[in-house]
């Protein structure tokens, strides 16, 4: 059964830092991984998706690299903003049709960036 | 991508009661997927609907609790029925649109059960 965990669970760290946020899996089985965003009470809004045949995918300031042999997943951010916090999600989507659309997603981390 | 527009965003519900939410979109697909987040936890799938046959239930989730209606290509419907204090979750529905694109949510619906 593939289980997705996130680390750190927290994080808080001065405006303009570089910080980098953990996901990992325990089936490197996976059709690809995604990571989203969250802001308090509302909906997900897709960040970057990394196919199973990639090592990493950039958005702007974001960066997510994949090492599946390994279960590993990290988004970076670059120098960032009071506006990036929210609650940073990764998901993966397993192989084979019984997997198809379900997205199986770690706990989260929650980022502040302080001013 | 597509865009998904979910109704209603908030509600507060009598405990007994059912609550009916609505996911439109603006683009014809295969699947829906109804999700449920309950306060302080990740997202977990309850149901993957397809137009034209019966939804396919995550193990946990039963019909007779959350029935599913998909009449048509760009909607869904996911119904809470008989609700308890213990449903109080945010719900979102999503859809995927191709290989390569990932999947789309919509905004949520809070649901507060009182």
Same mark, same amino acid.
């Given at each position: 059964k593939q289980e997705v965990t996130q680390i750190p669970a927290a994080l808080s760290v001065p405006e303009g830092e570089n910080l980098v946020l953990n996901c990992s899996f325990t089936d490197s089985a996976i059709y690809n991984l995604q990571w989203f965003?969250?802001?308090?009470?509302?909906?997900?809004?897709s960040l970057l998706l990394i196919q199973s045949s990639q090592r990493e995918q950039t958005s702007g300031r974001l960066n997510a690299s994949l090492d599946k042999s390994s279960g590993r997943s990290t988004l970076y951010i670059a120098a960032s903003q009071p506006g990036d916090s929210a609650t940073y999600l990764c998901a993966v989507r397993g192989q084979g049709s019984s997997n198809t659309g379900k997205l199986i997603f770690g706990q989260g981390t929650t980022l502040q960036v302080k001013p | 991508s597509a865009v998904i527009s979910q109704?209603?965003?908030?509600?507060?519900?009598q405990r007994g009661t059912s609550? !009916?939410?609505?996911?439109?979109?603006?683009?014809?697909? !295969?699947?829906?997927?109804?999700?449920?987040q309950q306060p302080g936890q990740s997202l977990t799938l309850i149901a993957t609907a397809n137009q034209g046959s019966e939804a396919t239930y995550e193990s946990g989730f039963v019909i007779d609790k959350f029935p599913i209606s998909r009449p048509n290509l760009t909607f869904s419907t996911l119904t809470v029925s008989n609700m308890s204090p213990e449903d109080s979750s945010i719900y979102l529905c999503s859809v995927g649109t191709g290989t390569g694109i990932g999947y789309t949510f919509g905004s949520g619906t809070r649901l507060t059960v009182v």
């Amino acid at each position: 059964k593939q289980e997705v965990t996130q680390i750190p669970a927290a994080l808080s760290v001065p405006e303009g830092e570089n910080l980098v946020l953990n996901c990992s899996f325990t089936d490197s089985a996976i059709y690809n991984l995604q990571w989203f965003r969250q802001d308090p009470g509302k909906g997900l809004t897709s960040l970057l998706l990394i196919q199973s045949s990639q090592r990493e995918q950039t958005s702007g300031r974001l960066n997510a690299s994949l090492d599946k042999s390994s279960g590993r997943s990290t988004l970076y951010i670059a120098a960032s903003q009071p506006g990036d916090s929210a609650t940073y999600l990764c998901a993966v989507r397993g192989q084979g049709s019984s997997n198809t659309g379900k997205l199986i997603f770690g706990q989260g981390t929650t980022l502040q960036v302080k001013p | 991508s597509a865009v998904i527009s979910q109704k209603p965003s908030r509600d507060i519900c009598q405990r007994g009661t059912s609550l !009916t939410i609505q996911c439109q979109v603006d683009s014809q697909v !295969t699947m829906m997927f109804w999700y449920r987040q309950q306060p302080g936890q990740s997202l977990t799938l309850i149901a993957t609907a397809n137009q034209g046959s019966e939804a396919t239930y995550e193990s946990g989730f039963v019909i007779d609790k959350f029935p599913i209606s998909r009449p048509n290509l760009t909607f869904s419907t996911l119904t809470v029925s008989n609700m308890s204090p213990e449903d109080s979750s945010i719900y979102l529905c999503s859809v995927g649109t191709g290989t390569g694109i990932g999947y789309t949510f919509g905004s949520g619906t809070r649901l507060t059960v009182v």
